[in-house]
T-cell receptor
Framework: DTAVSQTPKYLVTQMGNDKSIKCEQN?????MYWYKQDSKKFLKIMFS???????INETVPNRFSPKSPDKAHLNLHINSLELGDSAVYFC????????????FGPGTRLTVT | KQEVTQIPAALSVPEGENLVLNCSFT??????LQWFRQDPGKGLTSLLL?????REQTSGRLNASLDKSSGRSTLYIAASQPGDSATYLC??????????FGAGTTVTVRA
C-alpha cells in the first residue's frame, strides 16, 4: 500500500490556468507538507499543516493556496500559473510537527507552457 | 536563516569503495537532521534521522554522525554497490521546526 500518494503524477498546462494537486497519506500522521523542487533540484518547503491547521507558510506567492479537508489529505491549488511555477511538487507527512521522520510522496511534475 | 551545504555536489566511485558524504549547516540550534535518498524521477526515501542529542545513527551499511557544535553531519556508506547510485540529501530541522534542505550529493557507483 502506498503510504503517501499524489495525483496527478504529471501535469502540463498553459500560463494563466488554475490547477490543483492532491495528496493523501494513510499512515495516520498528524502533519503534512508541500515542497517545491526546482530545476536545480533544490528542495524548499512551502507549507505545513498539523491536524488541519496551517503551521508553516514560507514566502510563497498567494497564488498558491493549500487546503486540508482532514488530516489525511493536503491539497495544493495554484491560480494563474506562471512559467516559473514549473517544478516538481512533493507532498510529505510525519507523525508530529516537532521533528518525526518524514515520508515523501512520488512527486507531481508540473510543466507550465 | 539556516543554510545547508552539501559537498561534494557529485561523486563517482568504483564498487566496493566506502562513501563519505558531507553536510554542513550554519545555525547549530537544530532539532534534528535527516538524511534522504532520491532516485531519478522519484520521491525521497528517508535513510536516517538523528536527534540533536545524538552523535550518530546506524542502519545496515549506513552510518550518520552529527557534530552540532561545528555544524556538521557525515553520512558513511560502507562497501558501496551500484544500487547505491542516487542523490543523497540532508535536511536540518530548526528548533522552530522549520526545515532546510541541502542541494544534495549525486553518487555514481561504477560496477
Amino acid at each position: 500500500d502506498t503510504a503517501v500518494s499524489q495525483t496527478p503524477k504529471y501535469l502540463v498546462t498553459q500560463m494563466g490556468n488554475d490547477k490543483s494537486i492532491k495528496c493523501e497519506q494513510n499512515l495516520g500522521h498528524d502533519t503534512m507538507y508541500w515542497y517545491k523542487q526546482d530545476s536545480k533540484k533544490f528542495l524548499k518547503i512551502m507549507f505545513s499543516y498539523n491536524n488541519k491547521e496551517l503551521i508553516i507558510n514560507e514566502t510563497v506567492p498567494n497564488r498558491f493556496s493549500p487546503k486540508s479537508p482532514d488530516k489525511a489529505h493536503l491539497n495544493l491549488h495554484i491560480n494563474s500559473l506562471e512559467l516559473g511555477d514549473s517544478a516538481v511538487y512533493f507532498c510529505a507527512s510525519s507523525q508530529d510537527r516537532r521533528g518525526a521522520e518524514q515520508y515523501f510522496g512520488p512527486g507531481t511534475r508540473l510543466t507550465v507552457t | 536563516k539556516q543554510e545547508v551545504t552539501q559537498i561534494p555536489a557529485a561523486l563517482s566511485v568504483p564498487e566496493g569503495e566506502n562513501l563519505v558524504l558531507n553536510c554542513s549547516f550554519t545555525d547549530s540550534a537544530i532539532y534534528n537532521l535527516q538524511w534522504f535518498r532520491q532516485d531519478p524521477g522519484k520521491g525521497l526515501t528517508s535513510l536516517l534521522l538523528i536527534q540533536s542529542s545524538q552523535r550518530e545513527q546506524t542502519s545496515g551499511r549506513l552510518n550518520a554522525s552529527l557534530d552540532k557544535s561545528s555544524g556538521r553531519s557525515t553520512l558513511y556508506i560502507a562497501a558501496s554497490q551500484p544500487g547505491d547510485s542516487a542523490t543523497y540529501l540532508c535536511a536540518v530541522r530548526r528548533n522552530d521546526y522549520k526545515l532546510s534542505f541541502g542541494a544534495g550529493t549525486t553518487v555514481t557507483v561504477r560496477a
